[in-house]
Every structure is written in C-alpha cells, then in structure tokens.
T-cell receptor, first 114, second 114 residues
Framework: DTGVSQNPRHKITKRGQNVTFRCDPI?????LYWYRQTLGQGPEFLTY????????KSRLLSDRFSAERPKGSFSTLEIQRTEQGDSAMYLC????????????FGQGTRLTVV | AQTVTQSQPEMSVQEAETVTLSCTYD???????LFWYKQPPSRQMILVIRQEAYKQQNATENRFSVNFQKAAKSFSLKISDSQLGDAAMYFCAYRSLVAQKLVFGQGTRLTINP
C-alpha cells in the first residue's frame, strides 16, 4: 500500500458536463475525507465517511455534488452540470478513526472547467 | 465556528538559517489538535508536526518545532537549519475533538534561498 491514490490527476471538462473522481484510501483507514482547494487558498472541507456512512457534509457541497463510499473502501465524488467555479484541486485524505492520528492526503485531482 | 489565520502569504529564508511561520486560530473549545502540513509543488500534503492542546510542552520533530501559546491562540512553526527541500506551502490546521474535519489556514509559501 503506497498511500492515498486519486484518479484522474487532471481533468478538463466543458461547462455543463458531469465528472467523477475516484479516491482509494490507505486500506486500513476507516475514515475518508474530501476537501476542495482553490488556487492560493487552504483546503476546505467537503465531506467525510466513516466506513460506508457519510457522516458530515459541508454547506459547500451543493446539490450538484454527490459522494459515495460503497463497501467502505474507495470513494467517488461526482459533480453534475459543472460550472467554472468548480475549477479547483479536489483532495482526498484518509485516517484511522481516532482523533489523534494524522490524515494522509492524496495528490489530488485538478479540475478545470472551460 | 473555528477559524485559522496565517498572516504571512510568503516567507523566504537563506539556506541553513531559521524561519518562523505564524498561525493564529479562534475557538471556544478547550481541547483540540493543531497541525502543520507541508504541500510541496505538485505533491501531496504531508504532516510536519502536531500538538495536542492539553499538552503544555511544545512539540518537536527534528528541525521542526512549534511555539504553542494556548491563551493567545497562537501556534507558530520554527524551522531550523533550513534546507532546499523545505520549500513548499505550509498550512496550519485545527481539528476539534468532536468534529473530524480539518480547518486550514490560507497557507504560507516558503522559499529557501541557496
């Protein structure tokens, strides 16, 4: 296991199209997080899962966004009807359940909406 | 809601010198965790150092140390003997014991001059 893996690394899409990103966490981790990072800013929390249950969603996660984690393994983040404002780096992280252990991040998926 | 502020968008230091990155945060909680993450260009974010709020002793990891002032809600990072590989964006982050998400500051871009 080499860490958190995100695919694709880059995605360019036309406005109005749907896109889906995948995150494969570290296998022993039962928590998985999605963050969004715009240029020059720190990451902002979107949502997190404990196993397959989605336990918290940010207000940033509009109705066009949906995330799943079937079977508590990999996760997908889908954005429907993309808008230019969705252009950002989407980061995935995973951790153990305890509050102290660090979260390990993937390299992110950079989305550009044209 | 908790907030994290990094007031230095950019910092630079000569190789082998010492640099301190500033971070302040706002919270009404008494127990929480604080982190410094490093994000090199085009690479994933990695944990540099963490601090539990109930511990009075400042955390240290090799060349990295923090100055945690709980009453002042300040959490600065000191990097000693700066190396070229330390060049990156540095993010200060807060995590509540109750909520599992990380709240990040805006980041400080650190440049190391040879």
């Amino acid at each position: 296991d080499t860490g958190v893996s995100q695919n694709p690394r880059h995605k360019i899409t036309k406005r109005g199209q749907n896109v889906t990103f995948r995150c494969d966490p570290i296998s022993e981790h039962n928590r998985l997080y999605w963050y969004r990072q715009t240029l020059g800013q720190g990451p902002e929390f979107l949502t997190y899962f404990q196993n397959e249950a989605q336990l918290e969603k940010s207000r940033l996660l509009s109705d066009r966004f949906s995330a799943e984690r079937p079977k508590g393994s990999f996760s997908t983040l889908e954005i429907q009807r993309t808008e230019q404002g969705d252009s950002a780096m989407y980061l995935c992280a995973s951790s153990f359940r305890d509050g102290y252990t660090e979260a390990f991040f993937g390299q992110g998926t950079r989305l550009t909406v044209v | 809601a908790q907030t994290v502020t990094q007031s230095q968008p950019e910092m630079s230091v000569q190789e082998a010198e010492t640099v301190t990155l500033s971070c302040t945060y706002d919270t009404s909680e008494s127990d929480y965790y604080l982190f410094w993450y490093k994000q090199p260009p085009s690479r994933q974010m990695i944990l540099v150092i963490r601090q539990e709020a109930y511990k009075q002793q400042n955390a240290t990891e090799n060349r990295f140390s923090v100055n945690f002032q709980k009453a002042a809600k300040s959490f600065s990072l000191k990097i000693s003997d700066s190396q070229l590989g330390d060049a990156a964006m540095y993010f200060c982050a807060y995590r509540s014991l109750v909520a599992q998400k990380l709240v990040f500051g805006q980041g400080t871009r650190l440049t190391i001059n040879p």
